[in-house]
């Protein structure tokens, strides 16, 4: 038996075939096709876009499949059916960094937009139409949502009055002179499946062992391990030094005078804490990288 796995073509692709090998699954993808190999025999993979992820998962076409609450949301407001699919896992990562996007209502600077009710009858370009149509009707204003095939944000003033788009970090907005009037919806990734696959008892049971792992590799993101050696004379300068994960683990060497510790950090904070260990009296100071960290 397999489990027919959708990975994200395009932005997210890279991001995430990063995570699942951080999680322990080696992806490869060729230029040639779009059924990449993996590592787990149990496993078929095939590249699909995320905008068009959820309705190969609701379909029965994919057991499973990564693509962000946007794209879910997309495909609810326009399909219509609920019920059908169920997110297995929340995974903050994004195709720059790992955190969410934002998609947000952006005006021009010079405009005299400020909210999303100055745009009764305007017109608005985006790749998310259903998703904003709703939005707008949440808000009780009337506009004309028209597909953009892309480069959105140079479309105001002279195509549409405002834009729809996504953003990470707002630079791209900036760039183009655009200010942001309000926020549409926020996304993250998120491992769906569709109701009838979930029912296997074989593919939730692999499903929820790679929720674990994924889990565990977005914990270990931006994190290291420290291992040291402390006399015990020195054993309380360190702990004060040391900002746990929860409490560091303490063990004894074959001189009893002194002891290991073992602890994990943010891996912005090491070069900043180490130099303090050695000065409390850590010696043997080891700094090494994680995959994953299972709480």
């Known amino acids: 038996m397999k489990l027919r796995l959708g990975i994200p073509k395009g932005s997210l ?12 699954f080696t992806i490869y993808v060729s230029t ?23 309705r190969y998962v609701c379909d029965g076409v994919l057991d499973a499949g990564l693509t962000g609450q946007d ?8 399909d219509g059916r609920t019920g059908v699919l169920t997110s297995v896992a929340d995974l903050i990562y994004a ?20 909210s999303a009710r100055d745009l009764e ?6 790749e998310l139409v259903r998703a904003t149509r709703a939005y707008f009707a949440r808000q009780g204003v009337k506009v004309h949502v028209e597909f953009s095939w892309g480069a959105t944000e140079v479309k105001p003033p002279m195509l549409a009055d405002a834009i729809v788009e996504v953003t990470e970090t707002g630079s791209s907005l900036r760039a183009n002179k655009l200010k942001i009037i309000d926020t549409v919806l926020e996304s993250n990734t998120q491992l769906i499946v569709n109701i009838a696959s979930w029912k296997d008892q074989w593919k939730r049971r692999k499903l929820e062992d790679m929720r674990m792992l994924l889990d565990g590799a977005i914990n270990a993101l931006g994190k290291v391990g420290l291992m040291l050696n402390v006399h015990k004379e020195c054993l309380a300068a360190v702990l004060q030094v040391l900002p746990a994960l929860k409490r560091p683990t303490i063990s ?33 100071i080891v700094e090494y990288p994680l995959n994953k960290i299972v709480m």
């Open 95 to 114: 195709k720059q960094s790992f955190g969410k996007v934002k998609w947000v209502l952006a005006v021009p600077e010079e405009s005299p937009f400020r």
């Open 32 to 54: 040639r096709s779009y059924f990449p190999s993996v590592d787990d025999p149990e496993l078929e993979c095939m590249l699909i876009r995320a905008q068009e992820m959820a």
């Open 71 to 78: 794209w879910i949301a997309e495909h609810e407001a326009g």
């Open 121 to 126: 009858g305007k017109t608005i370009a985006t």
């Open 252 to 284: 004894h060497l074959s001189d009893e005078e002194w002891l290991a510790v073992n602890t994990i950090l943010d891996e912005s904070t090491v070069r900043d804490i180490i130099p303090r260990l050695k000065q409390a009296g850590a010696q043997g």
């Open 13 to 24: 692709q890279d991001s995430t075939i990063q995570l699942f090998q951080r999680a322990g």
